[in-house]
């Protein structure tokens, strides 16, 4: 049948209408889709930015931890410090009673010894907070800041990353203190988080970041090896004349002056140089004190620097006691006070000491138990074996009733030692020694000095040794040196330390020779010091050197050399020493000083919410 055109007509109008219909609900579709995309999009950008804006604030904290490290490694402790007040430091870090804290161990520790642990009751942000001098604090830090730190943590102020807000929050946590050592206290703590939060509306980020790593404060007694060149004083106490750091005279280590600190010519300092003094007399110098002073003198600074005026007045050592003690194996070590004749005896198991090499403890006569106490004038030779790694020998020989006795002990391949003695040509004994030996040799009595005078090394590669003496001078006969240089080696553990309480350290050693010294001297009574028998006298043409490495510390310079007489002096600072390695039992400052040592990373990162 034919349709009617009305009807197709009207069948064409409702086809375009739904045709149209259908492209306009596919338009919204698609611009839906479109808008929802992009809103997508946006929100991951946010939080990308978030994202990164957090973990941009955890590196902000740790530089912030390092910052800390560095206020922590400025702490400065009151002079005098007594034990005393060192307990009750230990007992508010920990959070305990004083009476809680055991008393220090006043001999060397095998093991660390754990003074307390940290608990609720820790104060450790109020102490760090009132040992801190005002110029080490962080820039906006206060006390409370410390309290905050150590407590719900820190925030630091609020800043910004491409636009987003960053907000961190750091926190330390008290763990415990050791004693490492008889001067050595380490108050440890760690880092118990870091969080950082990052906002990019609405979009937000947080990270919290954990270590293992631990910060360590340490407060210790340092030793007086520190020094490459410590003089008391700067005035000779026989001719009231001016004593000068003079040109030629190079160091590479700490000096420091108790006296007016005197420059003449050109030395060159490649160190700190510090003084008690608040000023400079300087004679001859390429820069003026006011160039000086400014830390531009690069000819007598050549690495920069700049003397420091005013550091306080470093006593030396007054006796020897406590090297005395550690020779006998006497348990308290720190002891100030003289050893008493019952003391002795007790310690040597005699009821009178006379001129002889006595073994501390002889009560079990083969057993080692602290060092070698020597009565009487000694010759003292000091060489090793030639074994890989070589091993030490060291021989006493004295002059008792005409007759030379000499005592000679051998380091054996287990570390243990034989003991052989003769009396004359004679052998009189071969023993097995049992027990350990603590490197102290103490001497009451003058002591002349030898290497074996060849070009085998004096000191075994595991060697550390304090040879200390009072009542006569210390003469250096030939060189003395290393099996290990320490300037080649830093890992080096061959030492010796020559300590004089009552008199001099001189070289005297053969005509036309070198004397190659390894070792930190200290000489520590009144107008005594380092220097040379005869410094006027000619040792042969040229000048011979003498060659130390190690330091020299002493209460007023010597004469090494006096016109075409003496040595030459050319010193290289032992690089252990700047690290608190040094001889065994050798003296150590009054003054406690603090150190910071740190190790932390990001740790294990976790998102929060």
Known sequence: MKRSLATEGATLVYTSLLVMMLVAMTLVVTSQIALRSRSSSQEQNQLLVAQYAAEAGIARGQNQLAQVQKALGAIALPHPTSETALRSYVASFCGVSVGSVPAFSKVALAQPLKLCSAGPGSTTGTLLAGLMPAAAM??????????????????????TVNGAS???KNRLVAVDVLQTDISELQLRMRVG???????????????????????VLTFSRPSFATYAQFRNHTTSATTGGALYFSDGEEFRGPVHTNETLRLSGNPKFYGELTTAGAAVDYQGLPCTKTVLDAGTCASVFPEGGKPTYNTGVIPLPTNSNNQMRAALGLSDT??????????????????????????????????LF???YVQGDAKITLS????????????????VGGVVQLTKLQEGASGNWTRRIYNGATMTSNTPMQGSFNGVIYVNGSVDLYGDNTTAPDIGENSALNISLSNGDMKL??????????????DALNVLGLFNSTGTILLDGPSNQDMNVNATILASANGKGFGTVNASSSRGSPKPNVNLIGGVVEDQSQTVSAGSGGYNRKYKYDPRFSDGYGPPYFPTQQKWESNADAFFDTGVLKQGR
């Open 138 to 159: 962080p820039a906006g830090w206060t006390a409370a800041t410390w309290t905050q730190l150590f407590g719900t943590g820190y925030a630091l102020p609020e800043g």
């Open 166 to 168: 960053v907000n961190v």
């Open 193 to 215: 988080s870091v969080q950082s939060t990052g906002v990019s509306s609405p979009a937000r980020r947080v990270l919290n970041a954990s270590s293992d790593g631990l910060f």
């Open 334 to 367: 720190t002891n100030t006070n003289a050893v008493t004749s019952t003391e002795l005896n007790s310690a040597l198991g005699v009821s009178t000491v006379g001129t002889g090499v006595y073994m501390s403890k002889p009560g079990t006569p083969n057993t």
């Open 370 to 372: 602290g060092g070698l």
């Open 384 to 399: 090793t074996t030639g074994n890989n790694p070589t091993r030490q020998i060291i021989e006493i020989s004295q002059t």
């Open 477 to 490: 006969k030939n060189s003395v040196t290393y099996s290990q240089d320490p300037t080649l080696n830093p």
